[in-house]
């Protein structure tokens, strides 16, 4: 596989660190917080790499996230496939994104990931937390895992009452979407130029005024839903049982009329849509 050339020390000794502070940690099972540190980390630490690995003008395709894990090792013994489709398939069964990181550990899924990607490329850098962050199967699996994520923010941001998501909505990669609740608005916050750590400007992009209460329960998801790096809102309208897009491409929220296709086996449950992946198309008008 490919290593990836003058990998900053900084970043390796970052990544190292995390996990040598951790290493009494039984990954087996974790302690309450640790499934949220794990996530928040590798998502901050991932997108600071890719920063700097687009900054050297290196091949984005080389380390874009896996769509899903490789069939050779998802046979893997030490695969649970069960665990998986909890993760892909009812991200809404996770009360917190905590628990949502303890079980991905916890279930063996994201080591045995490691192990097995390790073998299959013959490489033991990508099995190895010294090492691994200057793989670009790094960054193939984190990618994976930060999507699951992502998966389980739509409706595990309401529920938690943060409605909140990070990512590329617009432009850049550290953006935030809000939505107010009181006035059905969208808020997008972009960092202010000024060197102020953690202070972002606030504009209004748009609302959803139109498509009732979204935190009311019905199938939502933050999700890159044509692969181009930036982020799109997908939810259902129980009023009329369409299924609508919002995309910021222009600065503001534009709102377009999706037919959605299951992918996968239904689950039994009576909205079996509401759990699973999916695939969309733009609808006629």
């Excluded at 496939?81 to 949502?100: G, H, K, M, V, Y």
């Excluded at 199938?219 to 181009?228: A, E, M, N, Q």
């Excluded at 239904?266 to 733009?282: C, F, I, T, V, W």
């Amino acid at each position: 596989m490919t290593v990836i050339p003058n990998f900053p020390e900084q970043l390796l000794d970052e990544h190292k660190r995390w996990h040598h502070a951790r290493h009494s940690v039984d990954t087996n099972n974790p302690p309450s917080g640790y499934g949220q540190d794990f996530l928040t980390f590798h998502r901050n630490f991932v997108a600071k790499v890719l920063d700097w690995y687009r900054q050297q003008g290196l091949d984005p395709r080389l380390v874009e996230p896996w769509p899903s894990v490789p069939e050779p090792i998802r046979r893997a013994s030490c695969y649970d496939q069960n665990a998986e489709w909890r993760i892909l398939n009812q991200p809404e069964t996770f009360r917190s994104s905590d628990e949502l990181g303890r079980f991905i550990e916890g279930s063996g899924i994201h080591g045995c990931i490691h192990q097995e990607a390790a073998a299959l490329y013959g490489d033991d850098e990508i099995n190895d937390f010294d090492l691994a962050p200057r793989n670009t199967v790094f960054y193939n699996i984190h990618g994976m895992i930060n999507n699951w994520w992502r998966n389980w923010e739509g409706l595990g941001r309401f529920e938690e009452g943060m409605p909140y998501w990070s990512g590329r909505f617009f432009a850049e990669e550290n953006e935030v979407l809000r939505y107010d609740s009181q006035g059905n608005h969208w808020w997008l916050g972009r960092a202010d130029g000024k060197d102020r750590a953690g202070s972002l400007e606030w504009g209004a992009v748009g609302d959803s005024s139109a498509f009732g209460k979204i935190e009311d329960g019905r199938p939502f998801r933050i999700w890159d839903t044509d692969g181009d790096g930036r982020l799109e809102i997908v939810f259902y309208q129980p009023k009329n049982g369409e299924w609508w897009e919002g995309s910021v491409r222009t600065g503001r929220l534009e709102w377009n009329r999706i037919a959605v296709e299951r992918v996968g086996e239904p689950l039994q449950r009576e909205d079996s849509l509401k759990a699973n992946r999916l695939r969309k198309r733009k609808a006629s008008r």
